[in-house]
């Protein structure tokens, strides 16, 4: 094969794809895995677990025209941020209860980058966005397990917390 036919067969892979579409059926089997791990059903997680599974999905569609890879940065920075914020703000059960999959999550966001850096390699593209993406990816689950181990009380109480402590 030329340089040009190698090129264009490895600009579209499978891998990417099929990796963002298994992690849009984490956030999209919410209800299942947190009924699997006996958590509360949350409404408002439920809405955006979907929204992130239909964004998964576009971003899956994007990646098999070979547009894809920014725009699952992005989400994926987005996600992970947003839940750890969560998580501090509002104590150490939440960021479980808002993504009962993260153990999953994390483990197809590290397949993804890994995947795109090999995919890049061969392409001679540059693997720099790729590689930040795994060292991003990587930070926040150090993040998620200090988070785990720490069992922070969280920054936001809700004041009715402390009324029902005063009257007991």
Request: hydrophobic letters at 55%; charged letters at 10%; proline letters at 7%.
């Amino acid at each position: 094969m030329t340089k040009q036919t190698e090129s264009a067969v490895l600009s579209h892979s499978l891998a990417t794809p099929v990796i963002l579409l298994l992690i849009a059926a984490c956030h999209l089997a919410y209800v299942p895995i947190a009924e699997l791990r006996g958590m509360p059903i949350l409404p408002p997680a439920l809405t955006i677990s979907t929204l992130l599974g239909g964004g998964y999905v576009i971003v899956a569609w994007m990646a098999r025209r070979d547009c894809g890879f920014a725009p699952a940065v992005n989400v994926i920075v987005g996600e992970n941020l947003g839940i750890l914020a969560a998580g501090f703000l509002l104590g150490y059960p939440w960021a479980d209860y808002l993504r009962p999959a993260t153990v999953g999550i994390i483990a197809l966001q590290l397949a993804l980058a890994f995947a795109e850096i090999v995919r890049r390699q061969e392409a001679d593209r540059p693997i720099v966005p790729a590689t930040r993406l795994a060292w991003f990816v990587l930070a926040c689950a150090v993040a998620l397990v200090v988070y785990a181990l720490l069992k922070p009380k969280g920054l936001w109480v809700p004041a009715a917390t402390y009324y029902s402590a005063e009257i007991l």
